[in-house]
């Protein structure tokens, strides 16, 4: 840590941007100014940027909220003010979902806590004053910008982009600690029957639709036969 913010030199290379990675070369965008990078999950998982898979999350923090998983990230951002130990600043995050999937039916943010004295590690976001959630759809295979007044509030369904408003030392910090930094391992949860949007649902369907198409070719054998 060279840093002196207590954060690992992995966010000090970075800029007010961060690739999603795994291969998606679209990139996470705070404010200028801001230093965004990767998380310790992230880091962990040998990864290039803030998405983590499934598998990473679930055995890098705890079993995960029912739902199935639409995009999952985490990173820390570095360098917000601390001039008042009593109130800290909130900071904007622009996060493309992962490649092919949008918003879902019945959309959950869930935020990982992993000192919440009420034993509950992943909690829904709070949203307030200071913690908000907005979406957008992506334009050109990028999303809006953090300051584009295109954002609607809340989560969208159907919308590939999400803006979270997360304050220092607020309910949605992971540090729960107004020091200049938010951490933030996070994820967007949707209904198991309704989460095929994007292009990894698509497996269930066709084997349906296979197993009926053979229903009735043996349907109309037998009808052929008798």
């Not at 705890?62 to 917000?80: C, D, K, Q, R, W």
């Not at 999400?162 to 933030?184: F, L, R, S, W, Y």
């Not at 967007?188 to 949007?197: A, K």
Request: glycine share 14%.
């Amino acid at each position: 840590d060279e840093s002196g913010q207590g954060v690992a030199d992995r966010s000090t290379d970075q800029q007010s941007s961060l690739p999603v990675g795994s291969g998606d070369t679209r990139e996470l965008e705070t404010l200028p100014g801001l230093t965004i990078g990767q998380g310790e999950v992230a880091f962990a998982s040998d990864k290039d940027g803030a998405y983590v898979d499934e598998d990473s999350m679930e055995t890098s923090t705890e079993t995960l909220p029912e739902g199935a998983m639409i995009s999952s990230y985490n990173f820390e951002v570095v360098g917000l003010p601390t001039s008042d130990p009593t109130q800290g600043h909130s900071i904007p995050v622009v996060l493309p979902l992962k490649e092919g999937q949008v918003i879902p039916a019945n959309p959950r943010w869930y935020k990982y806590h992993p000192n919440n004295a009420e034993g509950e590690r992943w909690v829904r976001f709070v949203e307030d004053e200071r913690n908000k959630l907005h979406s957008a759809p992506s334009s050109g295979n990028s999303c809006p910008g953090v300051n584009s007044e295109v954002w609607e509030s809340g989560l969208v369904v159907g919308y590939d982009c999400v803006k979270i408003t997360i304050e220092d030392g607020g309910p949605n910090d992971a540090d729960e600690t107004i020091d200049g930094i938010v951490q933030d391992p996070s994820l967007l949860l949707g209904d198991e029957e309704s989460s095929g949007g994007g292009s990894t649902g698509g497996g269930g369907g066709g084997s349906n639709c296979l197993w009926l198409l053979w229903s009735l070719l043996l349907l109309a054998g037998c009808r052929r036969r008798y």
